[in-house]
């Protein structure tokens, strides 16, 4: 339109020729511009599903972290009610073993399973305190009673 405006003085049948002889040239322009516009569209679609994909990659691996998470943790309170009702079953009989059952070694577990960690002093600490344990035990173990036969038995 602009060069239409510049060369209004030239005559019609001048600026008609011009024209035509724009014409090809505005018509490449156009379709440069068009192929351009549809570039960028497919770009920015292409943009817009890689940003899905990465959203629904990192929702499932936090589903799965969840899953696992309250696997670790329904694992955890089985293995800590076994190994309390373990302990209370053979207190009587085996104080040792209770102590083992129901002290450190539970925690140690617990840790593992809730915290999901386990440091190397751990197992370090856990003898140690098994060890304690079993000896504080034995100290408060009373002595069982003398077994009376009665004659008639």
Not at 19 to 30: C, G, I, T, Y
Not at 48 to 65: H, I, K, P, T, W
Not at 100 to 114: N, Q, R, T, W, Y
Request: glycine content about 4%; overall charge positive.
């Amino acid at each position: 339109m602009s060069i239409a405006m510049q060369w209004r003085h030239l005559g019609t049948d001048k600026l008609e020729a011009a024209l035509k002889a724009l014409e090809p040239e505005l018509r490449r322009q156009h379709k440069s511009v068009l192929i351009r516009l549809e570039m960028q569209r497919d770009a920015a679609d292409r943009k817009e599903r890689e940003r899905r994909s990465e959203l629904e990659v990192r929702e499932r691996q936090e589903r799965r972290a969840h899953v696992r998470h309250m696997a670790d943790l329904t694992v955890g309170a089985v293995v800590a009610l076994a190994m309390l009702g373990a302990g209370v079953y053979v207190a009587a009989d085996a104080w040792w073993l209770a102590t083992l059952l129901c002290g450190p070694s539970l925690l140690a577990l617990m840790k593992i399973f809730v915290l999901r960690r386990s440091d190397p002093d751990d197992m370090k600490f856990l003898a140690g305190a098994a060890r304690t344990s079993t000896n504080a035990a034995q100290q408060a173990q009373p002595t069982p009673p003398p077994h009376d036969r009665h004659p008639l038995h």
